[in-house]
């Protein structure tokens, strides 16, 4: 189905003002008929006054008020009228019907209520007027919409279970196929978003791993979902995009706003990286250590302040890799004797 738009029906005022001074002549002629019925045409302008007060209320039906970025889909007994696109007020055939099956669909998204505020606006709009209140509600907002999606425990590539939340900033751009095409577009987009994301995140490890190849090119990479978020991020978007084509909505940007493992193996992970952090902190300290004490093996020949044997220097090397390599603080032992 494609979208039409309607444009020629920005007569809103016209037709208010038309509709107004008829029924404020319609008035004043059911006075003035009333008083002198007893001429015939009197009588025939009472009878046509009085009709016009009980149906001249009609037109009001047909108008229409749109803020920016509002749009308003118009059947007319079931069939597809147009859309109604851009601020103005509009006059359009007073028994079309406004439709939006997405108006009671409340998600964790900007621009949606809570169900409390809700109802404080339903009880006010009884006592203001219901009718706006229910054609605000049937309005498809056109603005950049935020969807926080619920976090999902979802296994990585490597099968630890991770915690990912993310935001998606989508809007509508076809209203026709977002309110034909589909059921409801925001349960639609939300039930997307949930499949597109394990879809993409089953592909990366958590962290760093051999021999995964993330790209589908069969080599492995150094892709991951904790290093290159942004292009984890770029992948859901575009299958999020490729999902909701059909129901009129453009996906603009995806982003990753929790990421985490998983509480049952959170503990287990934090002591392997410990532990990692721990071994690559030690092959640091001993490659150091080891260049200090050639260093002070060389400086020691070359000096010529004291002459080794082998066994002496290996009682050296060990005596400054123990000090150096050490976590704590060396005690030295002085020997005021020979050194043989």
């Known amino acids: 189905m494609e979208e039409k738009i309607l444009t020629n029906r920005k007569h809103g005022m016209l037709v208010l003002l038309l509709t107004t001074l008829l029924y404020l002549a319609a008035v004043g002629g059911s006075i003035f008929g009333g008083m002198m019925v ?3 045409e009197n009588a025939a302008l009472l009878v ?3 009709i016009w007060l009980c149906i001249g209320w009609f037109p009001y039906c047909g108008l229409k008020v749109l803020k920016p970025q509002e749009a308003l889909v118009l059947t007319l007994f079931g069939k597809y ?3 109604l696109k851009g601020d103005g007020f509009y006059f359009v055939n007073p028994f079309c019907t406004s439709v939006n099956p997405a108006a009671d669909t409340h998600l964790n998204q900007s621009g949606d209520v809570d169900h409390k505020a809700l109802k404080t606006t339903m009880s006010f709009a009884l006592n203001v007027g219901k009718t706006e209140m229910d054609m605000t509600g049937k309005k498809i907002s056109l603005k950049i919409m935020t969807l926080n999606n619920n976090r999902q425990k979802i296994n ?3 099968g630890n279970p991770v915690e990912i939340g993310i935001a998606v900033m989508w809007r509508v751009v076809d209203t026709a196929k977002a309110v034909f095409h589909v059921d409801n577009y925001k349960e639609y987009l939300s039930l997307q978003c949930d499949t597109a994301l394990r879809n993409i995140v089953r592909i990366y490890p958590y962290d760093v ?3 995964v190849d993330t790209t589908g090119d069969g080599i492995a990479d150094e892709g991951s ?4 978020s942004e292009v984890v991020a770029a992948r859901i978007r575009d299958e999020i995009q490729s999902r909701v084509e059909e129901a009129g909505l453009e996906i603009i940007e995806a ?3 929790y990421l985490a493992y998983a509480p049952e193996i959170a503990a287990v992970m ?3 990286q410990q532990a990692s952090a721990i071994v690559d902190a030690r092959k640091m300290i001993v490659d150091g250590a080891v260049g200090m004490v050639e260093m002070a093996l060389d400086r020691l020949n070359q000096n010529g302040v004291v002459e080794l044997d082998e066994e002496r220097k290996a009682a050296m090397v060990s005596n400054l890799l123990v000090v150096l390599c050490g976590n704590r603080d060396a005690q030295p032992v002085v020997n005021s004797g020979s050194l043989y």
């Open 38 to 40: 007893s001429r015939e």
């Open 48 to 50: 046509i006054s009085i």
């Open 81 to 83: 009228v147009g859309t």
């Open 156 to 158: 990585d590539c490597l």
């Open 209 to 211: 791993a051999p021999n």
């Open 225 to 228: 979902l904790r290093g290159s």
């Open 255 to 257: 982003r990753i706003t």
């Open 270 to 272: 934090l002591q392997r």
